[in-house]
């Protein structure tokens, strides 16, 4: 019996395993390393100091005095991890510490090469991204297990909230993504009870997500972002900032861009995007798949493989089953009014903010970097962006039958 049980065709299950995706925190990066080998210190040296570093506008200077290291000591993923996060942090920091009107426009090599070597390694840009901000820029602090962050920048309370939302914002929609991976299997086994149930966990975790995002307003003060924290999100792609991009020394003659941080870069919503069937204009699509090259690879290659999944809207359709029709639309309801309030925070975060600055004659806050004035840290025209991923959203409800 057993040699005939082989014979029979088995479709292989989709598994977060298979993506370095854990079941406890999701794509954050569980259990990150708050050390580097003593070959690194320093990096790390820099990096634990890095907010008085930029602050006392002595960054370059201590970054130009940096030993040449290479990545040939750092043992394991999670190691490799922490130095593309600290490496990334003190070049935000080297470029930017005097503000969008006096970029540094070539990396040093003893920044730019393991940088760069480490950013091959791991298949990641040589620039900040979500994965690094926010994935691996976590920990948790005994015995309370209150969550805190590892490095930071200028903007104090604010940053740290903002980063730390967004780390329970990614905590949030663990359960979403085990529910995306149970109803992927409930099609392959054609389980209608088992997706149902998939379904409505989605809409639950959705609806959660939206919850945490408000958290923002509690810890995260619109100026300071504004002023303070954004510049150091910046890209130098479609930044006028730095229209041609940076040189990273030792590594190309030509300078190379890359985009500023973005919400656009978690994969949590184009999972979601990917299993609900939901389609985006040609200008907003190619930027999201731009992102896609900016997550960790195992994290891009579960979106594919989600992708090319069975047709979650083909099987609803096709299977006239009305209680499933309405959990898909209660699904993508919940993606949308997730994606309205992501408007409303960004107006209060930029586009409010940037009215409040203009208006402003004296401050204790730095002037505001105006390049980037309507555009989002990745470079976008971000509310004209947010709504059309928004609406696009919407049309995907599929009319009520009957």
């Keep these: 019996m057993e040699l005939q049980s082989q014979d029979l065709k088995t479709t292989p299950s989709l598994s977060l395993g298979r993506f370095h995706i854990s079941e406890d925190c999701g794509f954050l990066l569980p259990n ?6 003593d070959h690194y210190r320093p990096w790390m040296e820099i990096a634990n100091e890095l907010p008085h570093f930029i602050e006392s506008h002595q960054l370059r200077a201590q970054v130009n005095k940096m030993p040449l290291l290479n990545c040939q000591f750092l043992k394991g993923y999670r190691e490799q991890r922490l130095a593309h996060l600290v490496l990334s942090l003190i070049t935000m920091g080297y470029v930017w510490q005097e503000g969008e009107t006096q970029p540094e426009e070539v990396l040093p090599r003893n920044l730019a090469l393991p940088f760069v070597e480490i950013s091959r390694t791991l298949g990641l840009p040589p620039i900040l991204v979500h994965s690094d901000l926010v994935l691996t820029n976590w920990t948790v602090r005994n015995p309370e297990k209150n969550l805190d962050i590892l490095f930071s920048f200028p903007g104090g309370e604010s940053l740290r909230g903002f980063i730390l939302v967004t780390v329970l914002v990614e905590k949030a929609a663990v359960p979403g993504i085990k529910a995306v991976v149970q109803a992927v299997n409930a099609i392959l086994q054609t389980s209608q009870d088992s997706l149902l149930q998939a379904l409505q966990q989605l809409r639950l975790s959705i609806q959660d997500i939206t919850r945490t995002l408000g958290l923002m307003h509690d810890y995260v003060d619109p100026d300071v972002f504004y002023a ?9 792609k479609d930044n006028p900032a730095l229209p041609v991009g940076l040189i990273y020394e030792g590594v190309s003659t030509e300078p190379l861009k890359y985009s500023g941080g973005s919400a656009a870069q978690s994969t949590v919503l184009h999972a979601f995007d990917e299993f609900l069937g939901i389609h985006h204009s040609k200008e907003s699509g190619d930027f999201l798949l731009k992102m896609r090259d900016y997550m ?14 069975p047709s979650l809207r083909g099987h609803v359709l096709s299977s006239g089953n009305g209680p499933l029709l309405t959990a898909y639309n209660q699904c993508v309801e919940a993606l949308a009014g997730l994606r309205s309030y992501h408007i409303t925070m960004v107006t209060k975060y930029l586009i409010t903010a940037a009215a409040k600055a203009k208006s402003r004659k004296t401050s204790h806050l730095p002037e505001p970097p105006q390049a980037l004035e ?5 470079g976008t025209a971000v509310l004209s962006f947010l709504k059309s991923v928004r609406n696009k959203t919407l049309e995907a409800i599929l009319p009520q039958s009957g």
Excluded: Y
Excluded at 296 to 309: G, L, R
Excluded at 374 to 378: A, E, H, I, K, S
């Design 32 to 37: 990150s390393l708050k050390e580097l080998p």
């Design 228 to 236: 303070v924290i954004r510049i150091f999100l910046s890209g130098w």
């Design 296 to 309: 960790p690879p195992s994290h891009k290659a579960f979106i594919e493989e989600i992708q090319s999944a």
């Design 374 to 378: 309507d555009r989002g840290t990745g």
